[in-house]
């Protein structure tokens, strides 16, 4: 039996499970496996860096017995056998076996225009391939109004390009972001020169060069030189359903990062898994930091941990000069408190019905909600229930807060 660890995916995940392994002191030889041909990068800075120089992530080549393969595909995993099989037809033996193959932007498909006329950003191609075709005063129209469509759109509106934004929704973030500090991102963008069409439905789309002109469902008309879709993304299962794993919005693993093999698990945008702190329920979570903890938390079990995955989950967001930050699921909460802490400067926090504190999120000027939010995430990690009253009041500092929940835990 060969004792090769071979991890597939090299974002964020699949990097940070290798140097853990290392970091652990595991000698055992690491092969890991990347789709494109660039060196491993951070992807959050693509829709903010203009598509330039990626931000590297770790340091593998320095590392003995780790072999990256990069503009390689893996085929399919043969379980029976514990081997994979690359497009070019290799075998490689595995004792274990992680799957960080991440989540892929989901395409806009418009009848009359090609499937790729709407470019997405999900990749360092894709962002090189945006930013390149982005000058002052060309139009832009960008369809989806979530975290990566609104930060392209902060970025393209730097560039000078001109940006109308589609939202098929009411309001914008609608599926992550509380409607309060939504309307603040939503007033920024606005104040910025982003055209906003909110609640807005393409009727027809006919190509024009290598943009297209677009009729809303109420009749306005609008010409993109540029189309680009933030639409979503999906996970990469289609590795883990070829070779019969569980699947569940995503590659469905346990609490310790297990498939439905006991030698593979899964770790990233491509896993849902039970949360503890929100009864079990199954999530997949398409964050930086999800990602990066379930990368060494898989490693911590691939050498024989019992380490369940189960901290609140963090998303942040930078909306030109304001910074949101959210820990935990707000809409799972059935009461909101808010702090007023300025014009464009709000924390909120989201309690159950039981008054445990569930999530927390903010939105001001640079980090100005950075310290309550990781405060906060304290609080929800231990389950807290602080008087409301209290969260309510910004003269009453979280920290004091944490102190008197800490005393009361001991």
Request: with cysteine; aromatic share 4%; charged share 25%.
């Amino acid at each position: 039996m060969d004792e090769r660890i071979i991890i597939i995916g090299v974002g964020e995940a699949g990097i940070r499970a290798a140097l853990t392994l290392r970091q652990q002191g595991c000698r055992t030889p690491i092969t890991l496996f990347g789709d494109e041909p660039h060196a491993p990068y951070e992807r959050p800075p693509l829709s903010k860096a203009g598509g330039g120089e990626p931000v590297a992530i770790g340091d593998l080549v320095a590392m003995e017995r780790v072999e990256l393969r990069l503009g390689e595909r893996v085929e399919h995993i043969d379980r029976a056998h514990r081997q994979l099989v690359t497009r070019h037809g290799e075998r490689l033996p595995y004792r274990q076996l992680l799957l960080a193959t991440g989540a892929r932007a989901r395409r806009l498909v418009l009848p009359g225009l090609a499937a790729d006329a709407a470019l997405t950003l999900r990749t360092l191609d894709d962002a090189r391939r945006i930013f390149a075709r982005v000058a002052p005063g060309k139009r832009v129209v960008i369809v989806g109004g979530g975290f990566v469509g609104l930060e392209l759109a902060a970025a393209l509106i730097g560039k000078g390009a001109r940006v109308s934004l589609l939202e098929s929704q009411p309001r914008l973030l609608q599926r992550a972001v509380p409607a309060e500090l939504a309307r603040i991102v939503e007033e920024e963008h606005r104040a910025r020169g982003v055209a906003l069409y909110l609640g807005a439905g393409i009727a027809r789309a006919e190509p024009r060069g290598e943009g297209a002109r677009l009729t809303l469902n109420d009749g306005r008309e609008l010409e993109a030189e540029l189309l680009v879709a933030g639409i979503g993304a999906e996970p990469n299962t289609q590795l883990a359903a070829g070779a019969g794993l569980a699947l569940d919005n995503g590659i469905a693993v346990d609490a310790e990062l297990r498939t439905s093999d006991p030698a593979i698990f899964a770790a990233g945008d491509c896993c849902s898994f039970p949360h503890a702190l929100y009864r079990q329920q199954r999530l997949r979570l398409e964050s930086w930091r999800c990602a990066r903890e379930q990368g060494e938390t898989a490693a911590l079990n691939m050498l024989g941990g019992r380490h369940a995955y189960a901290p609140a989950p963090w998303f942040w967001s930078d909306q030109f000069d304001l910074g949101l930050q959210i820990v935990g699921l707000p809409h799972l909460a059935g009461r909101t408190l808010c702090r007023e802490l300025g014009e464009r400067a709000r924390l909120l926090f989201h309690l159950d019905q039981d008054g445990r504190l569930l999530a927390a999120s903010g939105i001001g000027p640079g980090n100005a909600v950075a310290k309550d939010i990781k405060l906060a995430e304290r609080l929800i990690n231990l389950r807290a229930r602080p008087d409301p009253a209290l969260l309510a009041d910004p003269g009453v500092r979280l920290k004091q807060l944490l102190s008197a929940t800490t005393e009361e835990a001991a």
